[in-house]
């Protein structure tokens, strides 16, 4: 007991800050990412990424997103709201001030005690007595006061609970703008994802009309070949059949255009056919794959906004925990008053009306059956589930990085390999039509060869999205875009 005291009394005199202090943790990271990387020649500019792309469609969606879409405006609610909480902390140790102004009125009873007190005084209504009570008052009569003044109160924050308090707020509004952050990234990340897969839509539908045109003159040459008996009618009837095939084989993909165009007007911040008129026409810019290099992995540490969020949230919990403790400590408090208190308004400000009022209190917490201690131990858990959070999210992050980079570079070896395909396959339906308009194969082989064709080209575009696609969630697992949402 006699230590705790001691302890007591020498926290009182330095005005310590009880509680763990926060360092930040240091995370092993690799040297360098595994996955093959980009030439180091190859620059970009983190904050605009989307540029790399080189379509102005795309610049106007992003940037009109991170100002329309309603994600972001809640995350800035949410920055502006932890900055108000971090005021409401930092006031918790300032002294309060409080301005009170009341009249009263007491009417007594007939039937109090004051009443035979009266009387005594007065000598009841016998000769010479005039009722008077020199000064008291009669029964059945009152009194009124005025009175105006100023009370302060403040609690000494001697072992730095408030100040443990403060800097955990401080810490949750910085993690609430780093969660803002990281909102901008992510939703310049759906965006460019929703365009190019509307463009892959569209890209598609335009592969597939142009086979329908490639079936429909085959068409004209099975009719004029039938004509002089060269094959029979039945094959006008097949390649028919082969163009209705491919026309509804294309009505998915019209229906799944305008879906990405709704979807791509939501995440604007718009009503749903907004951008219908916009984005009816394919992209006349050409859509290539940027390369960029990524980097080393500790520049995640510092780039990636989910990370520094998860940081910060970190902090916040390691000065919860000093909270908890200062609560264990005794709580001292000061509070003082000055009033001006009168019967009447007419001498209510004079200096005889003043009356000073000045106490102080101290609380010792002795047994509250293991709450303040169970408390503590809470805090520590949830320290540790947000460090838990932290090497997650640094690992996950990496994940987010080597996980494009292999893909990308298998991507591109298949592409490669579908280009090729395209060009064989567009040879063999040539050479199958020649050969089909002199009898040499039958017509069989001729709709083989066209769909064929129809496969390679689909395959290439399919890739050929595949590869932005890839390339936005590199950019993405990069930290790259919340500068734009500053």
């Known amino acids: ?147 105006v003044g100023f009370d302060a109160s403040w609690e000494l924050d001697l072992f730095g609970g408030v100040r443990r308090s403060t800097e955990g707020a401080r810490a949750r509004t910085e993690a609430a703008v780093w969660s803002k952050r990281d909102a901008a990234v992510t939703l310049a990340a759906e965006v460019a994802q929703a365009y190019f897969a509307l463009r892959l839509d569209q890209a598609q539908l335009a592969t597939i009309e142009g086979e329908i045109a490639n079936q429909r003159r085959a068409l004209t040459i099975a009719g004029n070949i039938a004509k002089v008996g060269l094959v029979p009618p039945i094959d006008v009837t097949r390649q028919r059949a082969s163009i209705t095939s491919t026309e509804a084989r294309a009505e998915p993909v019209r229906a799944d255009v305008d879906v990405r165009m709704h979807a791509l007007a939501i995440l604007l911040g718009e009503p749903p056919a907004t951008l219908m008129t916009e984005l009816a026409a394919p992209s006349v810019a050409p859509l290539g794959v940027p390369t960029i290099p990524a980097g080393l992995p500790s520049e995640l540490l510092r780039r990636r906004p989910d990370i520094r969020a998860a940081e910060r949230d970190l902090a916040a919990s390691t000065a919860d925990i000093g909270v908890a403790v200062a609560d264990m400590y005794p709580k001292f408090s000061l509070t003082g008053m000055s009033q001006l208190i009168s019967t009447a308004l007419g001498n209510l400000f004079s200096g005889d009306s003043l009356q000073l009022t000045a106490s102080g209190a101290a609380q010792f917490p002795l047994l509250d059956w293991g709450r303040r201690k169970s408390t503590v131990k809470s805090r520590e858990e949830d320290r540790e589930q947000a460090y838990l959070r932290y090497r997650s999210t640094v690992l996950q992050a990496l994940r987010d990085v080597e996980d494009p980079l292999a893909q990308i570079a298998a991507e591109r070896r298949r592409n490669a390999a579908l280009q090729r395909a395209v060009v064989d396959a567009q040879s063999s339906a040539k050479a199958a039509e020649s050969q089909y308009r002199t009898g040499f194969v039958a017509q069989n082989t001729l709709l083989d060869a066209e769909t064929d064709v129809l496969t390679a080209r689909e395959q290439l575009v399919s890739s050929d999205a595949q590869l932005r696609q890839l390339t936005v969630a590199l950019f993405k697992a990069l930290g790259g875009g919340w500068e734009q949402a500053e």
């Open 1 to 147: 007991m006699r230590a705790r005291f001691s302890l007591v009394g020498a926290a009182l005199l330095a005005g310590c800050t009880v509680g763990p202090n926060y360092v930040a943790p240091e995370m092993p990271v690799p040297p360098a990412f595994v996955g093959p990387q980009a030439s180091v020649g190859a620059t970009v500019d983190p904050a605009r990424w989307w540029s790399a792309f080189g379509d102005p469609q795309l610049d106007g969606l992003v940037e009109r997103a991170l100002k329309g879409n309603p994600d972001i405006a809640i995350a800035a609610s949410r920055v502006r709201q932890a900055r108000l909480q971090e005021i409401v902390a930092r006031s918790q140790g300032l002294p309060s001030v409080n301005a009170s102004a009341s009249p009263s009125h007491i009417e007594f009873s007939k039937n109090a005690g004051l009443a035979s007190i009266a009387r005594a005084f007065s000598g009841g209504t016998g000769a010479g007595g005039t009722g008077s009570t020199g000064g008291i008052a009669l029964p059945g009569s009152g009194i009124t006061t005025y009175s």
